[in-house]
């Protein structure tokens, strides 16, 4: 199976048009003020982007707001990364636009996690105050309860050091990486990213296939 690779908290043109080139599907972009590889309310720069799905990342901001940020800046899909209920899913677009972040601190709540089948992906990433971006694993046995039919994208502490390991282990429909692959925060590593996404497409194939 074929692991859905994006490479989020980009910055600029240049780092976006890298992470297209070392071979990402999504390239995300951070909205929330709170972090800092917020890319401001509205920028013009991600319109042009090509290449690859463009995803706004917004945490606990209002529907219309999104909805206003979503069509300035072009957004494919937002990536809803905060407390924001199902109702606010579906009025954005639902399984066609939107991610949805759930927060992994220790046991999953897998009927909290249902609540929200109609979205595009459920994203499992490590808990923090922020929302995300900590850089730090969890432990990735608590998706060993995960329904059969359930593609979740896995994030939190990836780089490319670990994540065919993740890959392996977990069995994701995709990965979703930014810390991992910065050489300072907010700026990517151009060569740090294609040796991500390397190591995923090395951790697809069965063992002992070329």
């Known amino acids: 199976m074929r692991v859905t690779v994006k490479i989020c908290g980009l910055t600029n043109l ?3 048009r890298a ?8 390239v995300g972009f951070v909205f929330d003020p709170a972090s ?10 991600i319109r ?5 799905a463009r995803v706004g990342v917004f945490r606990n901001l209002g529907v219309e707001a999104v909805a206003r940020a979503r069509e300035d800046a072009r957004l494919d899909l937002v990536q809803l990364h905060g407390d924001e209920p199902p109702e606010a899913c579906a009025a954005l677009g639902g399984m066609a636009r939107v991610i949805k972040a759930v927060a992994v601190s220790g046991a999953v709540d897998w009927a909290g996690v249902a609540r929200y089948a109609r979205v595009a992906r459920i994203l499992f990433d490590t808990a ?4 995300g971006g900590t850089g ?10 995960a329904p059969a039919d359930l593609e979740f994208w ?16 977990v069995r994701p429909a995709g990965v979703d990486v930014a810390s991992g692959v910065e050489a300072a925060a907010g700026g990517k590593d ?11 497409r090395s951790a697809e194939r069965p063992s002992g296939h070329p």
């Open 48 to 52: 042009g982007v090509e290449g690859a």
């Open 128 to 131: 923090s105050a922020s929302g």
């Open 36 to 45: 800092r590889r917020c890319v401001g309310p509205s920028p013009a720069w």
């Open 19 to 26: 992470a297209v080139a070392a071979g990402a599907d999504f």
């Open 136 to 145: 730090r694993p969890f432990d990735w046995g608590v998706l060993a309860g």
């Open 14 to 16: 240049a780092d976006t």
């Open 154 to 169: 896995l994030a939190g502490g990836l780089d490319p050091e670990n994540v065919a390991a993740a890959v392996e282990r």
């Open 190 to 200: 151009a060569a740090r990213m294609r040796a991500f996404v390397a190591a995923v």
